[in-house]
C-alpha cells in the first residue's frame, strides 16, 4: 500500500475538496449502478458543479497553478481537464454516457492532482505563496446539502414498474 501523501496545511482545504469531489464520483457510479433514473443524478451533478466545481477551479487556476506558472506542463494538463470537466458538465446528451464519463474523468483528474500536481507544487511553493493560498482560500462548506439523496437506497421507482407490469 503507498504511503500516504503528507499534504501541507495551505493545500488540505483544496485536498478536502477533492474528497468531496471523489464522493461525487461514486454518488453518480452508485446511482447508475442502481438504474436511478439519469436526470436525478444529472439535477446533483449540475448543482455540485455549479456550487463547488467552479469555485475549486477558479482558486486552483488563480491563485495555485501560478506558483508553477502557466508554461509548466502539470498546469497545463489539469486546466485542459478542467475544460474537458466543464464540458462533460454543461452536456445533455445521452446522459447516461455523459455520467459514466464525468465520474471517470473527474476521478481520474482529482487523483492527477493529488499525487502528481500537488506535491509538485508542495515542492516549488514558496512561504510567502502557500501562506497567501492559506489567506485566500477558506474550505467551501460541505457539499452534502441536497435533499434527493439517491446514492443512498436502489431506485424503488424501478422496482415498481416491474411489479406493476
Given at each position: 500500500m503507498p504511503k500516504p501523501i503528507k499534504r501541507l496545511v495551505a493545500l488540505r482545504?483544496?485536498?478536502?475538496?477533492?474528497?468531496?469531489?471523489?464522493?461525487?464520483?461514486?454518488?453518480?457510479?452508485t446511482g447508475l449502478k442502481n438504474h436511478v433514473e439519469p436526470a436525478r443524478i444529472k439535477r446533483y451533478a449540475d448543482w455540485f458543479f455549479e456550487?463547488?466545481?467552479?469555485?475549486?477551479?477558479?482558486?486552483?487556476?488563480?491563485?495555485?497553478?501560478?506558483?508553477?506558472?502557466?508554461?509548466?506542463?502539470?498546469?497545463?494538463?489539469?486546466?485542459?481537464?478542467?475544460?474537458?470537466?466543464?464540458?462533460?458538465?454543461?452536456?445533455?446528451d445521452n446522459l447516461p454516457v455523459i455520467l459514466e464519463l464525468m465520474?471517470?474523468?473527474?476521478?481520474?483528474?482529482?487523483?492527477?492532482?493529488?499525487?502528481?500536481?500537488?506535491?509538485?507544487?508542495?515542492?516549488?511553493?514558496?512561504e510567502a505563496e502557500l501562506q497567501l493560498l492559506e489567506e485566500i482560500h477558506?474550505?467551501?462548506?460541505?457539499s452534502d446539502q441536497w435533499d434527493d439523496k439517491f446514492w443512498e437506497q436502489p431506485n424503488t421507482s424501478q422496482d415498481t414498474k416491474t411489479l406493476d407490469a
Open positions: 482545504p483544496l485536498s478536502r475538496e477533492h474528497h468531496h469531489g471523489l464522493l461525487l464520483c461514486w454518488k453518480i457510479k456550487n463547488h466545481l467552479t469555485v475549486h477551479f477558479e482558486i486552483e487556476e488563480n491563485q495555485l497553478f501560478p506558483i508553477l506558472g502557466t508554461d509548466n506542463l502539470l498546469v497545463q494538463q489539469a486546466v485542459f481537464e478542467h475544460r474537458r470537466i466543464e464540458e462533460l458538465f454543461r452536456s445533455t465520474a471517470s474523468e473527474l476521478d481520474h483528474h482529482i487523483r492527477f492532482e493529488e499525487r502528481v500536481l500537488f506535491n509538485e507544487i508542495q515542492n516549488k511553493a514558496s477558506r474550505e467551501v462548506p460541505d
